[in-house]
């Protein structure tokens, strides 16, 4: 009865060092979201992912950032070449079936970049 | 372009009292409004939601209530607890969008013995 599982919990890179961030869904959850939450403001959408597809990607930054969710395996979030505003919460979501009707969240992975 | 908002930034309320969290929108177009309660350092844990087509939802000590032509939803938690202290995000999810959802920027609750 394991919930979204995240890892890792902590992640610290240095400018210009890659940062990937993994997000398993609940048993039986086939959709993922990956949210960002800057240090005094509320959580921001990026990215929302099925099984091998990227459904809805507009909240991701432009460059650097990639999300994927392969047939097996968790979900990855990478950074490529991490800057000190990338240092954030990063919460992963998922969903059975799609809808609103509700979303269960990961612990999250802090990410802070020196 | 803040479609979600939660003007009070802070409450704070006694114990065994009523705690009302308020949450304005501005897109007519979500089918889903939802609450999260997130503690510092953990991920935010889903509350309560409502549906588009109803005025009121209920669920022991907490009830949303919506307010469609106002573009107004708010939380009930009644009676308050001192575990309730917490932020509550309110977060709408719009209408074919797969269940994405937008938040506001939350409300930080203390709930005082």
């Known amino acids: 009865n394991a919930g979204v599982m995240q890892n890792p919990r902590h992640l610290v890179r240095r400018r210009g060092q890659e940062a990937r961030l993994r997000c398993s869904p609940m048993k039986g959850h086939s959709h993922v979201y990956w949210y960002r939450q800057l240090p005094e403001e509320g959580l921001k959408f990026m990215v929302y992912l099925q099984k091998e597809n990227i459904i809805d990607e507009s909240g991701m930054p432009k460059e650097r950032f990639s999300a994927e969710f392969p047939k097996e395996g968790p979900s990855i979030l990478r950074i490529q070449q991490v800057v000190r505003g990338d240092s954030a919460a990063y919460f992963c979501?998922?969903?059975?079936?799609?809808?609103?009707?509700?979303?269960?969240f990961g612990q999250g992975t802090r990410l802070t970049v020196v | 372009d803040q479609q979600v908002k939660q003007n009070s930034p802070s409450l704070s309320v006694q114990e065994g009292r009523i705690s009302i969290l308020n949450c304005d929108y501005t897109n007519s177009m979500f089918d889903y409004f939802l609450w999260y309660k997130k503690y510092p350092a953990e991920g935010p844990t889903f509350l309560i939601s409502i549906s588009s087509i109803k005025d009121k939802n209920e669920d022991g000590r907490f009830t949303v209530f919506l307010n469609k032509s106002a573009k107004h939803l708010s939380l009930h938690i009644v009676p308050s607890q001192p575990g309730d202290s917490a932020v509550y995000f309110c977060a709408p999810s719009p209408y074919n969008q797969g269940g994405k959802l937008i938040f506001g920027q939350g409300t930080e609750l203390s709930v005082k013995p």
């Open positions: 979501a998922s969903s059975e079936a799609g809808t609103g009707a509700g979303a269960f």
